[in-house]
């Protein structure tokens, strides 16, 4: 586990900024392997310079600012973004406030303010599609050619590509919304996980012998509803569970809720933040006509789910501590 992993925010005071450092830019939603091909080139050059290696990155993601009225589905949130970040090896993350000053930032401004000016950059990596100022002027090719007579190297990062398809938050989203777990984690490089508190729920899982910590995914989320095998991460603890995310058509078709029944485990666990890591799909969430009928399939998933996650006994996100 990474530890002192900096964040860096628009209100970090200047003194408090390393200069000289090499950066990653992109969003990074998901820290999948192509935003790991960026920061492992901004490894090798910080290496390299004998400067610290930071992300670069933008929050709220620049998509929810410029089209606040269609919904965006977050692979992971900034605090899971940094997670990751900081499981990566990175000394930090420079979170830069996505607004409208920033959004009207040219990219010229962008790299002489926010680049040079704030950060002093000795390096910088980004992927081959990395925009970035007004209009998205800012491009891979601007950098590499003003690089040179600013004093910084600059490395682009062709697409990673799997099966011939380039690896992308979208394709991954796309992934998780037809339950494709296997494919989403080929293209993330591990499982993808959420975090969240357990709230309570109607008191019923403990009745069918499956208490269910549930969990309050954001409204965005287009996982599929189905049945999952995952592994729960609580603090340092790893717990291996079955998880339904879906409304409970058997019940009340309420709102999506993720309900996680941990395997060899007793306790207490609500206002607990829980990391949950999917490994594999079970199936589709399904109407039952008995009470039986479902706890019969709940005994049958959980078989499922357990053989899965035995064959994956390691499966679970590298992440690293913030601050
Ligand atoms: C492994 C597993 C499979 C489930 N499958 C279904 C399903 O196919 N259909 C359904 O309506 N609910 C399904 N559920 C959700 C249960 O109905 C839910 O956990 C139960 O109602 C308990 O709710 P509570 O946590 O609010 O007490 C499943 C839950 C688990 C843990
Ligand atoms: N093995 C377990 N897996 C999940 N939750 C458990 C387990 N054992 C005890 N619990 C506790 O039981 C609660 C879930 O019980 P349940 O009857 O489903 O209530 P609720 O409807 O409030 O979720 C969890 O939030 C947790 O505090």
Known sequence: MTTGFTVIRDTTPAADIPRGAVVAMGNFDGVHLGHRAVIDAALRMGRAHGKPAFAVTFEPHPRSFFSPNSPQFRLSDETSKLRLLAGTGLDGAVVMTFDKTRAGTSAQDFIHHDLIGRLGVSGIAVGYDFHFGKGRAGSPSLLVSEGPRLGIEVDVQAHVDIEERPVSSSAIRMALAEGQIDEATAMLGGPWFVSGAVIHGEK???????????????????????????????GTDRFDAVASFGRRPTFDNGAPLLEVFLFDFKGELYGTVLDVAFIGFIRDELKFDSIDALIRQMDDDSTRARARLAAAPDAFPKLGVIG
């Open 204 to 234: 019923r899982g403990r009745d069918l012998g499956y208490p269910t910590a549930n969990i309050r995914l954001d409204k965005n989320c287009s996982l599929k509803h189905g049945i999952y095998a995952v592994r729960v991460g609580r």
